[in-house]
């Protein structure tokens, strides 16, 4: 095997396990990160981290307060730039309202790029924008950051090289050579973009940031990070590292915790700033201030984003636009906002049950309430805390089910939490979280069992993560406690570690359990095929509905899920475990949302994963809130009807073809629908000939195959020369007259050159004078897919298939036909639910092809 074959070997075996490696990676690194702060913090207790939390002045907490406010309007600033970048421009308002709540949960609830990008998704999609744009405006967020990131650490170093260089024990001349090295480099893209230039690295093309966007970059990512460190520094005991200094080294823990894909970073930020203040400043000052931190920088803008949105739940807004606008964007965020905010409840309750409650706490307690009762409610405190942890996923995607669990959840913690011990700060959190939950509770209306939900690999490690930080902090608590056996049984009102320990082993069977539950997914199973009283109950929809393609369900090889009150459908096949449905839902617009959850559910609860296939843009917003990803397949070509016309020298080649097949005998006529059966044979004869001179198979799922009931199910357009059918395509139309479009299109060997051409504007011209406004030419696969600043690989990959991919399929060739009817193109995607687009298409090549030996065999 040759080394170039091995490497695409490996990349295909990581692409197809990339969903469990990369949480495995994250577990190990996290393990790793846990050892190293647990063992820096030999000689620290429990009791000196709260002393130190409790001799943290209030100025220095207000201060701390106010670099949190400017970090984050500096971070809406990222938004704006982006979104100038683009060239779009929107309300200021509802911006720095999507940006600071993608912001709040992503640095809330780390992988920040996934969980911000839902945001902006949800929010921009709202706001106007196109499924490329939002995601371009991500790509320029993510890499802003990364690089504004490097571009700081550089400078601070430079400046502070000395004390960089004894932090770290490398030369002092290493530091700064390394941080000219990235100047450099830095300095040589924003040359490279002067004037918003493109520059071509190998196949893919970028268009930089002109001068002016990467200057306003620059010093928005300056002044964030400047922000979040003073944020840190100024909840610090003083030391006698200078602010430069302390700079550097914050921005070297933050993107370590990005680039580690820990949630949130949690554990590798810490042990980066313990191991570089650790000589400096006692160990106890700098853990009580990074709890302080975690709670200001990351709590705190997402307790205010919570109730942002409590208070338009609230309070019924004015009918100012700004203020509708916001309500359409309260309604898409609550519930990300909601999830988050039942992550950080949860994991609340998890570490408080691994924590000392206060000696007030228990003499009051031990006046009032028995023993048992304290026990008990400790115990299933945490229980419950792992258990709203879980549930933050479904409420993400509005399940009723996850709201109905996270509500009793939070409404039985917050009785607890007096039962348990007086823990004020804990009830007012949960209270929050609960009004929330209720004030929005008609925003969670898709019905759906939590039991048969499965969590995706990335839920499972932030939930064993969570589980795992819980024990490294009970080990850190209790260090000073030799273990025994004993302890396990000890009831006192005094017996703290026991108590920890009993909480820590429920949390971890209840966590280890959902999550076994979850990787252990059932088997995949097929639904039934649809019935004939099904089949026609779709078809009286098609009819009545405005996308001609739907009438592809005419060949009853599909099977079909209708919506609960029967007015809309999906049309779908199964391969391997792919559950595939084929364009958008069909019916009102109204009942397309939980139709798609339907479906996702549907898929999930059978051991399937659910992939759209050919979707228009419309459909986007609702498969990310189903948790899905999508990809673009191509462009479909609609001629606008209304506006055509042979005339003039726009269409002259086409008015060439027409006149040449005039000249050549060509006859066109429409066979409608009551009469096709009578030219079957006729049909059948060129379908025959067609197949066998392109050496290929009938299709199936996504195109017609020539079947009689389904040939003779729509009107029929013909080609004659003397009478006798040399070419034909079917009708595909609706009772709307809003598009039409054709299925199977075939000819015969001796048809005149040049008769598809003619064939298609004598049927625009049938359907213009019947009244059709538009006419569908199909789709041109991986056309548009341009190697443009922030095309993902899928695009890149595509745009060279599209360019070199003629051995295989006509790619340009389609494009190129299409092409002469000066169309309007408009973007196709594929959206897939926890596998590789790679698959997903492959599935669907095979579903359409007729399994693999259709695809090989043609």
Same mark, same amino acid.
């Given at each position: 095997?040759?080394?170039?074959?091995?490497?695409?070997?490996?990349?295909?075996?990581?692409?197809?396990?990339?969903?469990?490696?990369?949480?495995?990676?994250?577990?190990?690194?996290?393990?790793?990160?846990?050892?190293?702060?647990?063992?820096?913090?030999?000689?620290?207790?429990?009791?000196?981290?709260?002393?130190?939390?409790?001799?943290?002045?209030?100025?220095?907490?207000?201060?701390?307060?106010?670099?949190?406010?400017?970090?984050?309007?500096?971070?809406?600033?990222?938004?704006?730039?982006?979104?100038?970048?683009?060239?779009?421009?929107?309300?200021?308002?509802?911006?720095?309202?999507?940006?600071?709540?993608?912001?709040?949960?992503?640095?809330?609830?780390?992988?920040?790029?996934?969980?911000?990008?839902?945001?902006?998704?949800?929010?921009?999609?709202?706001?106007?924008?196109?499924?490329?744009?939002?995601?371009?405006?991500?790509?320029?967020?993510?890499?802003?950051?990364?690089?504004?990131?490097?571009?700081?650490?550089?400078?601070?170093?430079?400046?502070?090289?000395?004390?960089?260089?004894?932090?770290?024990?490398?030369?002092?001349?290493?530091?700064?050579?390394?941080?000219?090295?990235?100047?450099?480099?830095?300095?040589?893209?924003?040359?490279?973009?002067?004037?918003?230039?493109?520059?071509?690295?190998?196949?893919? =093309?970028?268009?930089?940031?002109?001068?002016?966007?990467?200057?306003?970059?620059?010093?928005?990512?300056?002044?964030?990070? $400047?922000?979040?460190?003073?944020?840190?520094?100024?909840?610090?005991?003083?030391? *006698?590292?200078?602010?430069?200094?302390?700079?550097?080294?914050? $921005?070297?823990?933050?993107?370590?915790?990005?680039?580690?894909?820990?949630?949130?970073?949690?554990?590798?930020?810490?042990?980066?700033?313990? $191991?570089?203040?650790?000589?400096?400043?006692?160990?106890?000052?700098?853990?009580?201030? +990074?709890? +302080?931190?975690?709670?200001?920088?990351?709590?705190?803008?997402?307790?205010?984003?919570?109730?942002?949105?409590?208070?338009?739940?609230?309070?019924?807004?004015?009918?100012?636009?700004?203020?509708?606008?916001?309500?359409?964007?309260?309604?898409?965020?609550?519930?990300?906002?909601?999830?988050?905010?039942?992550?950080?409840?949860?994991?609340?309750?998890?570490?408080?049950?691994?924590?000392?409650?206060?000696?007030?706490?228990?003499?009051?307690?031990?006046?009032?309430?028995?023993?048992?009762?304290?026990?008990?409610?400790?115990?299933?405190?945490?229980?419950?805390?792992?258990? #709203?942890?879980?549930?933050?996923?479904?409420?993400?995607?509005?399940?009723?089910?996850?709201?109905?669990?996270?509500?009793?959840?939070?409404?039985?913690?917050?009785?607890?939490?007096?039962?348990?011990?007086?823990?004020?700060?804990?009830?007012?959190?949960?209270?929050?979280?609960?009004?929330?939950?209720? &004030?929005?509770?008609?925003?969670?209306?898709?019905?759906?069992? &939590?039991?048969?939900?499965?969590?995706?690999?990335?839920?499972?490690?932030?939930?064993?993560?969570?589980?795992?930080?819980?024990?490294?902090?009970?080990?850190?608590?209790?260090?000073?406690?030799?273990?025994?056996?004993?302890?396990?049984?000890?009831?006192?009102?005094?017996?703290?570690?026991?108590?920890?320990?009993?909480?820590?082993?429920?949390?971890?069977?209840?966590?280890?359990?959902?999550?076994?539950?979850?990787?252990?997914?059932?088997?995949?199973?097929?639904?039934?095929?649809?019935?004939?009283?099904?089949?026609?109950?779709?078809?009286?929809?098609?009819?009545?509905?405005?996308?001609?393609?739907?009438?592809?369900?005419?060949?009853?090889?599909?099977? #079909?899920?209708?919506?609960?009150?029967?007015?809309?459908?999906?049309?779908?096949?199964?391969?391997?475990?792919?559950?595939?449905?084929?364009?958008?839902?069909?019916?009102?617009?109204?009942?397309i949302p939980e139709l798609v959850w339907s479906f996702v559910e549907e898929a999930r609860?059978?051991?399937?994963?659910?992939?759209?296939?050919?979707?228009?843009?419309?459909?986007?917003?609702?498969?990310? *809130?189903?948790?899905?990803?999508?990809? =673009?397949?191509?462009? #479909?070509?609609?001629?606008? +009807?209304?506006?055509?016309?042979?005339?003039?020298?726009?269409?002259?080649?086409?008015?060439?073809?027409?006149? =040449?097949?005039?000249?050549?005998?060509?006859?066109?006529?429409?066979?409608?629908?009551?009469?096709?059966?009578?030219?079957?044979?006729?049909?059948?004869?060129?379908?025959?000939?067609?197949?066998?001179?392109?050496?290929?198979?009938?299709?199936?799922?996504?195109?017609?195959?020539?079947?009689?009931?389904?040939?003779?199910?729509?009107?029929?357009?013909?080609?004659?020369?003397? @009478?006798?059918?040399?070419?034909?395509?079917?009708?595909?139309?609706?009772?709307?007259?809003?598009?039409?479009?054709?299925?199977?299109?075939?000819?015969?060997?001796?048809?005149?050159?040049?008769?598809? *051409?003619?064939?298609?504007?004598?049927?625009?011209?049938?359907?213009?004078?019947?009244?059709?406004?538009?006419?569908?030419?199909?789709?041109?696969? #991986?056309?548009?897919?341009?190697?443009?600043?922030?095309?993902?690989?899928?695009?890149?990959?595509?745009?060279?298939?599209?360019?070199?991919?003629?051995?295989?399929?006509?790619?340009? @060739?389609?494009?190129?036909?299409?092409?002469?009817?000066?169309?309007?193109?408009?973007?196709?995607?594929?959206?897939?639910?926890?596998?590789?687009?790679?698959?997903?298409?492959?599935?669907?090549?095979?579903?359409?092809?007729?399994?693999?030996?259709?695809?090989?065999?043609?």
């Amino acid at each position: 095997m040759s080394t170039d074959q091995q490497k695409t070997g490996l990349r295909e075996t990581f692409e197809n396990y990339r969903g469990y490696l990369v949480p495995f990676i994250i577990l190990v690194v996290f393990g790793f990160t846990t050892f190293a702060i647990y063992d820096l913090t030999t000689e620290v207790s429990y009791d000196d981290v709260l002393a130190a939390l409790a001799a943290t002045k209030a100025s220095s907490i207000l201060l701390a307060i106010f670099f949190t406010a400017l970090s984050f309007v500096a971070l809406t600033g990222y938004d704006l730039n982006a979104l100038s970048y683009i060239g779009k421009k929107l309300p200021p308002v509802p911006v720095a309202m999507t940006a600071f709540s993608a912001y709040a949960v992503g640095n809330t609830a780390g992988f920040g790029a996934l969980s911000g990008g839902a945001i902006r998704f949800r929010g921009y999609s709202r706001l106007g924008l196109s499924p490329d744009d939002i995601g371009r405006v991500i790509a320029f967020v993510t890499l802003a950051f990364g690089i504004g990131l490097l571009g700081v650490t550089a400078i601070a170093s430079l400046v502070t090289a000395p004390r960089i260089g004894s932090l770290l024990g490398i030369g002092e001349g290493w530091v700064r050579g390394i941080a000219v090295a990235i100047i450099v480099v830095l300095s040589a893209l924003v040359v490279a973009g002067w004037n918003g230039r493109e520059v071509a690295l190998g196949r893919l =093309k970028l268009r930089l940031p002109d001068t002016k966007t990467s200057s306003q970059q620059f010093l928005i990512t300056a002044l964030d990070i $400047a922000a979040s460190a003073s944020v840190l520094y100024v909840l610090l005991p003083q030391t *006698d590292i200078g602010w430069p200094s302390f700079l550097a080294i914050y $921005a070297t823990a933050v993107g370590a915790g990005v680039l580690s894909h820990v949630p949130a970073g949690l554990g590798v930020f810490e042990t980066i700033i313990v $191991a570089a203040l650790g000589s400096t400043v006692d160990i106890d000052q700098v853990l009580g201030s +990074l709890v +302080l931190y975690r709670v200001i920088y990351h709590v705190l803008p997402l307790l205010v984003a919570t109730l942002f949105v409590i208070g338009m739940e609230v309070q019924q807004l004015s009918n100012h636009p700004v203020a509708s606008t916001l309500r359409k964007l309260e309604f898409r965020l609550a519930p990300l906002l909601l999830a988050a905010f039942a992550m950080i409840a949860g994991a609340m309750l998890v570490f408080s049950g691994v924590t000392p409650t206060p000696d007030s706490d228990l003499d009051f307690l031990y006046n009032y309430l028995p023993l048992p009762v304290v026990e008990g409610a400790h115990f299933l405190s945490s229980i419950l805390g792992i258990v #709203l942890f879980a549930s933050a996923r479904g409420v993400s995607q509005r399940l009723d089910g996850a709201w109905w669990t996270a509500t009793a959840c939070s409404a039985l913690a917050l009785l607890l939490a007096f039962v348990r011990a007086v823990a004020v700060f804990e009830a007012i959190f949960l209270v929050i979280l609960l009004a929330g939950l209720l &004030l929005s509770a008609r925003q969670f209306t898709r019905p759906a069992s &939590l039991l048969r939900q499965v969590l995706t690999p990335a839920w499972v490690v932030a939930m064993l993560v969570l589980v795992a930080a819980a024990i490294t902090v009970l080990l850190f608590v209790y260090r000073e406690v030799d273990y025994s056996r004993e302890l396990w049984w000890q009831f006192e009102f005094s017996a703290e570690a026991p108590r920890g320990l009993r909480a820590i082993l429920g949390v971890a069977i209840v966590a280890g359990t959902i999550a076994i539950a979850s990787l252990l997914r059932p088997a995949a199973t097929r639904t039934a095929q649809s019935t004939p009283e099904e089949l026609e109950r779709a078809i009286s929809i098609v009819r009545q509905q405005d996308v001609a393609d739907a009438n592809v369900v005419r060949m009853a090889d599909k099977r #079909l899920m209708f919506s609960t009150n029967g007015k809309a459908f999906i049309m779908y096949g199964i391969q391997g475990r792919s559950w595939i449905a084929l364009f958008d839902p069909v019916g009102p617009a109204e009942e397309i949302p939980e139709l798609v959850w339907s479906f996702v559910e549907e898929a999930r609860a059978q051991g399937g994963r659910a992939v759209f296939y050919q979707i228009s843009p419309a459909l986007l917003p609702y498969c990310a *809130d189903a948790g899905m990803r999508a990809v =673009k397949l191509g462009e #479909l070509a609609i001629v606008d +009807l209304e506006r055509f016309d042979l005339k003039g020298s726009r269409l002259a080649g086409l008015r060439q073809a027409v006149n =040449k097949g005039l000249r050549e005998g060509l006859e066109f006529d429409v066979i409608e629908q009551p009469d096709v059966m009578s030219s079957i044979e006729d049909l059948r004869r060129v379908s025959d000939t067609w197949l066998a001179a392109h050496e290929t198979r009938e299709k199936t799922f996504s195109l017609g195959a020539f079947q009689d009931a389904y040939v003779a199910s729509q009107p029929v357009a013909v080609l004659r020369t003397q @009478g006798k059918i040399v070419a034909f395509a079917t009708l595909s139309l609706t009772e709307t007259k809003q598009e039409a479009t054709v299925d199977l299109m075939r000819f015969a060997p001796d048809a005149p050159r040049g008769s598809m *051409d003619f064939l298609f504007v004598r049927c625009m011209e049938y359907l213009q004078a019947a009244g059709y406004r538009t006419f569908n030419l199909g789709m041109a696969p #991986l056309s548009g897919m341009a190697q443009r600043e922030a095309a993902p690989v899928w695009d890149r990959i595509g745009s060279v298939i599209f360019e070199h991919g003629e051995r295989f399929y006509n790619f340009k @060739g389609l494009k190129a036909f299409k092409t002469k009817f000066h169309p309007h193109w408009e973007p196709r995607y594929l959206a897939v639910a926890s596998v590789s687009p790679a698959i997903a298409m492959v599935d669907a090549t095979l579903l359409i092809g007729g399994g693999l030996r259709g695809v090989v065999g043609k």
